[in-house]
């Protein structure tokens, strides 16, 4: 199936190491500026108990839910042990300081 | 009752220690008048070299600042010298024209650098390594020149060579002999130092003896008997002391090498002593601090007329203070026709060991890069215990490593064996201090009895004693990393962040080798915690290091909604107020308002993206309901209403509200005020908790009505508001600067006791410098609703992104 392109505004609207949520088709999704100036998105709903992840604390690759303490992998999207799970990730391009998520 | 006059020449370690322990014996006794050169109060002239490598400021090494001196009345004059003494009237004088009489005269007037009458020494850029002057001359210079030469291979040299290393400048040591700290170490040891610190980048010119001072107005250089030469835009000479004794010679006190005293400290002329490196006893002249505050100590005994064994001499020990080697020397050290040596040689470790026995006795030891058994070694040698019963090589073991041998050791000590040679401190003390006013950190013991004050070299030795006499459950927590991205514990991280003055979770988390990076959910936020705590102004806030709640300013719920809980100091409102509640509620549908455990409104179930709108037409400060913070203050209805109050608990209420409003804690702080002992207000399940009673108040501290109920604790009672305020400021202060980030007063107060708390925060001069410290957090402090409000960005990212094509 034939992914979409939809831009969400520019890399300076993501403040680093925080979350932003944006939401397109019905899905929401948690955008992240991580430090080393790269982004990433993933679906913003913990496996565990529908966290906000976009709310998390994040420390190099990985976000922390905030209401109990799970972390995820940004790159692809896996619940780190002891706990255990996946979220839904998405590509992401910067372009000319633009920001395109593809869903 | 006439006090009697006693004058203290020299604001050094040796003359101010003795001061220190004439004001414990006996703070009535004397009418105390210190005269010094140096511009400075008291500071520890062995940390200097600390203060060189950039590890302090000078502000850290000084040992009583002027505040102490004040509360003393002890009349200082710093940076005017004493220049003659006369015997017959009794009085002194100095070079700036004051005249001091004196019942009682101590000279300390310790000892000068050596300069070598070199031609060209007087040029610009040659010093010597003796004071704070000369520690400002090294920074100074390292500023605009790039070469350093530092002659003599000793102590002081090297530490001088190792400063100017951290200062970015090439560094060359010059020594007469062949081997370096030959005072200390013997060939062996000498020559690994040598090497080791080749390594760190100094050079060495050995054998080398210095002729001239090159240079017009400024050093260019140094020139050697050899012929050979050596170019320097800065010499530092640090060939050695010599005891300052040229008041006294002119005085017409009895001077050899030093300023004889004898077992009593007691010079030639009555009522006239000497301690400190400018004094000689039975021959000795000492360097080191450990003697001279031996000294002091017999002479305090002796000036307030208490019994005491006389001073007798002292076993000298050394360790040199450069970073990444390890050096103790202590007694004999050299091989001799009478003596044997037990040693070790690892090559391949770089560790070297060596113990000198004669008669089956201990004599000395030098100990390259493995000294944690330096303190068990110089206990035997002070002891005098045989080794014939011990296996030989064991005795070099290093036992530190097996499970409780240090605990073993100490607890083997008698009562009267000293553990801080510096100061002086027995085991029989610090056990005593240890049990009776509950210390349980090594810190609480420094600040208490003065053990490991000065060098620290006993701080593995205390900790052993406080393990010992408090059992293994302190040990664990103490030695509890702070999470799993490091193996510091809380205590050793804040005291890295003073020591190399990190200001950024960043910077924490590089200089300190964090395993991760970014560290985690759990480390993030407590470093930012205590960077905050530490450096209130300089340290920025990072958003990015707080927790959601304390992100958004609001407490996230399950369904990742907020609640929003405006603040009501003392749990008073209005009715403009509760009519702004309500119409907010109303305007953003606001699915439930209720009132909270400690008497606040709170509007749940917010969407983020209101929240601003919500802050901005409450027009109220943030309650903090969601922070690890000061949060509510719940009252009764106190004496303004009720037929029992017997003080106004409201009014109290709200002063500890505004005034502490805002602040972090490790944890969340929650507060109460009754009027009377009835307690309407829950005072005793309280963080803190302040009951109204008769002509005053009682403060409770540590109290938890949650999972684990625990009633709280009486602090102390109190008859004003003020000092009310007072307590709980500096309760607050202490609880922030020594709990764990996320402990709870009543889970610290389990920890440390309430007896160390009192003993604490009893001292008004401790309580007044820690509501000192925090005001100064509180003067940085804003609402952050309303700061969000004004800041248009920071609002923007409460909105969702939007979907642009």
Known sequence: MQKTMVEIGNIHDLPLQ?????????????????????????????????????????????????????????????????????????????????????I | MNKRKL?????????????????????????????????????????????????????????????????????????????????????????????????????????????????????????????????EAMIEASKQYKKAIVIGGGLLGLEAARGLLNLSMEVSVVHIFENLMERQLDPVASQLLQQELEKQGIRFLMGKQSEAVLGEERVTGLRFKDGSMESADLIVMAVGIKPNVEL????????NRGVMVNDWMETSLPDVYAVGECAEHRTGVYGLVAPLYEQGMVLAKRLCRIDTPPYEGSVVYTKLKVSGVDVFSAGEFMDGAETRAIRVHDEFSGVYKKIMVRDNKIIGAVLFGDTSDSNRILQMMRSGSSIQDLKRVSILENRSAEANSGNDLVAALSDDEIICGCNGVSKGTIVQAIREKGLCSVEEVKQCTSASRSCGGCKPLVANLLESVLGDSVVVSRKEPICGCTTLSREELVAEIKEKQ????????????????????????????????????????ERESRFVNERMHANIQKDGTYSVVPRMYGGVTSPAELKRIAAVAEKYNVPMVKVTGGQRLDLLGVKKEDLPKIWAELDMPSGFAYGKAIRTVKTCVGSDFCRFGTQNSIRMGIDIEKKFERLNTPAKVKMAVSGCPRNCA????????????????????GGNGGVHLRGAELLCKVKTEQEVLEWTGAFLQYYRENANYGERTSQWMERVGLTAVQAVLQDSEMRRQLNERVDKALSVLRDPWQQIMEDKQASRMYEELPVLT
Request: with cysteine; charged share 25%.
């Open chain 2, 7 to 135: 004058v203290l020449v020299g604001n050094g370690m040796a003359g101010v220690r003795c001061i220190e322990e004439i004001l414990k014996h006996n703070a009535d006794l004397f009418e105390i008048t210190i005269i010094g050169s140096e511009p400075h109060p008291n500071y520890n002239r062995i940390l200097l070299s600390s203060v060189l490598a950039g590890d302090a400021d000078i502000r850290d090494i000084v040992l009583n600042d002027y505040e102490w001196y004040k509360k003393h009345q002890i009349d200082l004059h710093t940076g005017q010298t004493v220049t003659r003494i006369d015997v017959e009237t009794k009085r002194v004088f100095t070079d700036q024209g004051l005249v001091v009489p004196y019942d009682d005269l101590i000279l300390a007037t310790g000892s000068l650098p050596v300069i070598l009458p070199l031609p060209g020494a007087d040029k610009q850029g040659v010093i010597s390594f003796r004071d704070i002057k000369d520690c």
């Open chain 2, 502 to 541: 990190l200001t950024t979770v960043k910077e924490v988390m590089f200089v300190l080798g964090w395993k991760e990076t970014e560290g985690c959910s759990k480390c993030r936020p407590a470093v930012n915690y205590y960077l905050n705590m530490i450096w209130p102004e300089e340290h920025e806030d």
């Open chain 2, 248 to 255: 006294a010679r002119q005085s017409g006190i009895e001077v």
């Open chain 2, 682 to 701: 829950e005072s005793s399940i309280k963080d803190i908790g302040v009951v109204g009673i008769d002509g005053g108040w009682e403060i409770y501290v």
């Open chain 1, 18 to 102: 925080t979350g932003r949520v944006v939401k397109v088709n019905g899905r929401e999704i948690a955008v992240f500026r991580i430090s080393s100036g790269d982004v990433r998105a993933v679906e913003n709903r913990c496996p565990h108990k529908n966290g906000p992840l976009a709310e998390g604390i994040v420390a190099g690759e990985y976000v922390f839910c905030p209401l109990h303490d799970r972390k995820i992998n940004l790159n692809d999207g896996n619940v780190q042990a002891p706990d255990s799970g996946c979220v839904t990730t998405y590509r992401v391009d910067v372009t000319d300081e633009k920001v395109y998520i593809s």
